[in-house]
């Protein structure tokens, strides 16, 4: 389940990020910054302010029952007007589980479901291939690999974009129904 961050949610943030930090750090900047819990509390605030201010969405992924934050995920509007972009994580011990597929894909319906949204894309660095295979997996297709700083110690400084628009997803959308 995707939930917007409502402000009540840093115990289990904390404890899903502090769990998973192995295969996290690699790869988000985010979550070597400390001390953690301070600046999970910093982004829980800002993300509830962004959604109110439809700035910005970013969710809590949830298991079923609700009893387990297994992750994140958000659509950015940091591309400008027409064009948005997802990003997402998962806890350790979710993994390989189709959780990031699975919210990518509802985020991405969701964005087109805005008639301003024309482009959803999924940036990452050209060694990232668990994140990679998310979007080659919806349909996406490979627009550019560009250079861009290197934020985090596993990337190389090349950043893949993938990139599907409103056209093509409903095109990929009737094919699968
Ligand atoms: C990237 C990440 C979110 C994937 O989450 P996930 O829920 O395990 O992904 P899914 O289960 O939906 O898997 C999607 C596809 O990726 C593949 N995949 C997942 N992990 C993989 C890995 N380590 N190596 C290669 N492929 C991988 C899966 O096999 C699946 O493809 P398939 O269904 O054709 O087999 C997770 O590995 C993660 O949190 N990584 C650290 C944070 C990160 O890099 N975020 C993205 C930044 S751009």
């Keep these: 389940m995707l939930r917007r961050y409502r402000g009540n949610e840093l115990p289990a943030l904390f404890e899903a990020v502090s769990f998973s930090l192995e295969h996290l750090q690699p790869w988000m900047p985010w979550a070597s910054i400390e001390p953690l819990e301070a600046s999970l509390a910093g982004f829980i605030e800002q993300a509830v302010t962004q959604f109110d201010r439809a700035e910005g969405f970013n969710y809590a992924l949830w298991s079923k029952e ?103 997803w409903l095109a990929g959308a009737a094919t699968t129904a």
Aim: with cysteine.
């Design 66 to 168: 609700a009893s387990a934050l297994v992750g994140g995920a958000g659509l950015h509007s940091s591309l400008g007007p027409g064009r948005i972009e997802i990003g997402y994580w998962v806890r350790d011990g979710w993994l390989r589980r189709g959780i990031a597929s699975a919210a990518a894909r509802a985020l991405t319906a969701t964005a087109f479901s805005m008639p301003t949204i024309e482009e959803v894309h999924i940036h990452c660095d050209v060694a990232n291939l668990a994140s990679a295979a998310v979007p080659r997996k919806l349909g996406f297709r490979l627009l550019q690999i560009v250079d861009s700083e290197i934020t985090a110690p596993n990337e190389t400084g090349r950043t893949a974009e993938w990139v599907v628009d409103r056209e093509e």
